[in-house]
């Protein structure tokens, strides 16, 4: 017995379980630190600081809202159309229309949709640098935000979004709202990087996942979540990937894999042009951000599916979606699509991180333009593989 103890102590290390971050790359990410890599080390310094943050930030909860939604129940997640203003033309405003790619600040009237962002971006952080570092402040923060988030009868998010993006005058919530929690992968790696903290008990960790298993359980079956199933542009990619995700997480490995082979592989097919375009995102007033944003969705679903052994890397007009949108980030080609905003090309460095190793591509004349993107090498971001 004292012989498997000490079998157990001196073994390696093994890298927690996480499903779009490689549990590869953060093993060796700890091992170099651990050798004081300086490059890392610097890096660890960085995670380091934005943690320190994260532990000043939160508890959040959906009940905190001044706003009560129309169930009169604040657990519910309520949040309104970005892209809706009251009409000019009516006295009271009603219904509102819509100005595509322009924000009514009146979204930020509400937190749900902040407060959940925020909370993903911290337990991110937080599950980060207690792997990374081991000191329990790290991990008890987080796991506090956990609980008050999905696990505290006083403050819990009731596991569902009817009432995401209301539209005034026409809807009290559509299956479009779904895109609010389009973070639920960061979120996810987040609590399996503290999944054997001290912090975040067995009976908690399979509150949460219980939890997920009913949102699931809505998403796949509720008029609201089979609204946004059918989705033919970058909400029905990220419905996928919010499927993908918590399917791992819930121990349904066949029901990922399914979802990936049966539904992902329609997306691919019937959202991306021979030529790599994606004609729904470049129809919209700000083209070239939603372009990244639903080619981000399909490489984490690529990422995701990888768990499973389905190779989407390879699979339909994927590599050509990227290559196509390279010549513009590159320079040698001028973006003539409608974009409203100025346009910002971080998000895109980011996908070519990871497409420059799927795909073996040399993209030399990208980073020479762009010398000052620098990548995280501690996975701050969910782009490392």
Known sequence: MKLLLLLWMYAAPLPPHTFLVKP???LNAKQKIEKND???????SALIKDAD?????????????EKTPPSGNKHDYMSVGPYWWPDSSKTNGLPYIRKDGQINPERYAIKDDEYQNALSKDVYLLGLAWYYTGDTKYATHAAKLLKTWFLDPA??????????QAIPGITEGRGIGLIDLHNIPMLIDGIQLLKNSPALPVADY???????????????????????????????TWYDVQQVTIALFTAQPALAKKILEEQTKKRI????????????ELARTLSWNYSLFNLRAFFELALLAENVNVDLWHYGKLQKA???????????????????????DKEFLELAKVAAVKYTLDLTPL???????????LLLTNWDY
């Open 367 to 377: 980073w020479e333009k762009h010398t000052d993107f620098k990548s995280n090498m």
């Open 155 to 164: 403050t819990r998010m009731n596991p569902h979004l009817n009432y995401g």
């Open 322 to 344: 990227f290559t196509w949108l390279l010549p513009y980030a590159e320079g040698t080609k001028t973006w003539d699509h409608q974009q409203i905003k100025p346009r910002d």
């Open 24 to 26: 590869a790359a953060l």
């Open 269 to 280: 097919d019937s959202q991306l042009e021979a030529d790599g375009q994606q004609p729904k």
């Open 53 to 65: 943050e994260s532990l000043k930030s939160g508890p959040y909860s959906v009940v905190y809202k």
């Open 206 to 236: 399979k509150a949460i996942q219980a939890w997920y298993t009913d949102y699931l359980t809505w998403m796949r079956t509720s008029p609201v979540g089979l609204d946004e199933a059918d989705e033919l542009n970058n909400h029905g």
């Open 38 to 44: 300086p490059v890392m080390q610097q890096a660890l």
